[in-house]
């Protein structure tokens, strides 16, 4: 079966340490997404992708959140400097645009900043 | 903002019972879809409902769609506790089709044995 993949799953680390996490989106598909899930404030969107071109990262904190994709198989999310309020699970989604395509998530990378 | 709002945010039945859920939203779609979360997992999808369709099936899962209201249902029939799980819409926006899925809040269905 073709899945998202992330990893790590799950990473516990210091206030002040940098993150990154990754995600190798299903092979073929064109439009990946970041989202972030607390239970404050549930499922927020914070970036994606088309063609590994970004077309909205408004939801993410421009100042220590980074997101890219290098290549049509790795997407990377990256915190700089970690702080508490981003402890969270992670997720990456993706999917192909046409008529009515679903977006398949990975299982989430769980973060703990501490 | 969010664009869906699921209802109630919890909801607690007897396997065998149905469950309905709802699904309000704000802006025009394309479609709407259904996920299902269960604990320390992803979300998966179950059914996907076009702008122009008013109702779809899948096995147990009826989902209906009101598109003049901005409401979806979800309904499972005869329950079981692994239907255990937290249930979200998506909406994908009309317009610049497909830019994005906006989720709401969920909805945490307990199936008690």
């Known amino acids: 079966d073709a899945r998202v993949t992330q990893t790590p799953r799950h990473k516990v680390t210091e206030m002040g340490q940098e993150v990154t996490m990754r995600c190798q989106p299903i092979?073929?598909?064109?439009?990946v997404f970041w989202y972030r899930q607390t239970m404050m404030q549930g499922l927020e969107l914070l970036a994606y992708?088309?063609?590994?071109?970004?077309?909205?990262d408004s939801g993410m904190p421009k100042d220590r959140f980074s997101a890219e994709m290098p290549d049509a198989t790795l997407a990377t999310l990256k915190i700089q400097p970690s702080e508490p309020r981003d402890s969270a699970v992670y997720f990456c989604?993706?999917?192909?645009f046409g008529t009515g395509n679903t977006i398949y998530f990975g299982e989430g990378s769980w973060l703990t900043v501490v | 903002s969010q664009q869906g709002e699921e209802d109630p945010q919890a909801l607690s039945i007897q396997e065998g019972e149905n469950a309905t859920m709802n699904c309000s939203y704000k802006?025009?779609?394309?479609?709407l879809q259904w996920y299902r979360q269960n604990s320390g997992r992803g979300l998966v999808h179950l059914i996907l409902?076009?702008?122009?369709?008013r109702e779809k099936h899948s096995g147990r899962l009826r989902v209906t769609l009101d598109t003049s209201k901005k409401s979806s249902s979800l309904l499972i029939t005869a329950s079981r506790a692994a239907d255990t799980a937290s249930y979200f819409c998506?909406?994908?926006?009309?317009?610049?089709?497909?830019?994005?899925?906006?989720f709401g809040p969920g909805t945490r269905l307990s199936v008690l044995p």
């Open positions: 989604a993706s999917g192909t």
């Open positions: 802006t025009s779609i394309n479609n």
């Open positions: 992708f088309r063609n590994r071109a970004p077309l909205d």
């Open positions: 998506a909406t994908d926006g009309s317009g610049n089709y497909g830019q994005n899925f906006v």
């Open positions: 409902i076009r702008s122009n369709e």
């Open positions: 092979l073929g598909h064109n439009t």
